[in-house]
């Protein structure tokens, strides 16, 4: 029952912010932006929630650790004692690039920043035994993967990812499909597609993948607005049946941030 409460008390939160920010002043956080920041700033709430059994440090967490910062968007801050009657502290908030929230805690900071959304996620964290205690960091960047996808539709060029079918047979190769578009009204020159120019990871690990039928010399290719270029790329084979995430990503930078994309294959035995 405690927790279908909190879910009701979280949901009026979020409709009186929005319903206050449509009549307050701009902030440099468009609405868009602030939605999906609040979104994931719950998200981590419940994550932490949820870990409370395994961690008698966060006997005492509850919605008493959310507030909200200067752009109205959820800010987790909790502060406790352990051993020894020694400080346990960390928060978490999403914020404008340009803000300095938190950096007054000094090396007890973090920041993850996303240049395409011109906003970060800002925190600290006190913790006196790091290799026992919870670390609020490792959900952070989990969750962020939720800025890191929303941040490349924002890209002058995106990368897709596309299976050659649904399902693939243990051992068999995988054959997708790699498009870079030109998302903008200008001319862009770009390398050609290829395994130099792309990069591809599972599992914190380098996949092999190639070209399908690769050209014997590269060239560089000029994509008029809206245009794009595919290759085929053939990539190694999954020995057992389970569902694989591939993250790829071209050499190309722009603010500091390339162009990606994931390629979601399902492995199924056909038999």
Do not use: C
């Not at 909190?6 to 009549?23: K, M």
């Not at 932006?33 to 994931?40: D, T, V």
């Not at 790829?248 to 399902?266: C, D, N, Q, W």
Request: aromatic residues 14%; charged residues 25%; without cysteine.
């Amino acid at each position: 029952m405690g927790r279908k409460i909190n879910n009701i008390a979280i949901i009026s939160i979020v409709f009186l912010l929005f319903s206050f920010s449509a009549v307050a002043q701009q902030t440099t956080i468009d609405a868009a932006s602030k939605m999906i920041a609040n979104q994931l700033i719950i998200d981590i709430y419940y994550d932490i929630l949820d870990r409370k059994q395994s961690y008698p440090e966060l006997l005492n967490f509850d919605t008493t650790a959310l507030f909200t910062n200067q752009h109205d968007i959820f800010t987790i801050i909790y502060k406790t004692t352990v051993q020894d009657n020694q400080p346990y502290e960390f928060a978490v908030t999403i914020v404008a690039n340009q803000d300095r929230n938190f950096l007054e805690k000094g090396k007890n900071a973090f920041n993850y920043i996303f240049p395409w959304l011109d906003i970060k996620i800002a925190g600290y964290k006190i913790n006196p035994f790091p290799t026992r205690l919870f670390d609020v960091t490792d959900i952070v960047q989990k969750r962020g993967n939720m800025l890191w996808e929303y941040q490349q539709q924002f890209m002058p060029l995106q990368l897709e990812l596309t299976a050659a079918k649904d399902s693939y047979n243990p051992g068999e190769d995988i054959e997708f499909t790699v498009s870079l578009k030109n998302m903008t009204k200008t001319l862009y020159k770009v390398n050609d597609l290829s395994d130099k120019t792309l990069f591809f990871v599972y599992n914190d690990k380098v996949w092999g993948a190639r070209e399908t039928n690769p050209k014997t010399k590269e060239e560089d290719v000029i994509l008029p607005p809206g245009g794009s270029i595919k290759k085929k790329f053939t990539g190694n084979a999954f020995g057992k049946p389970q569902e694989f995430e591939i993250y790829a990503s071209y050499t190309m930078e722009f603010k500091g941030v390339k162009p990606a994309g994931k390629l979601k294959i399902r492995v199924a035995d056909g038999r």
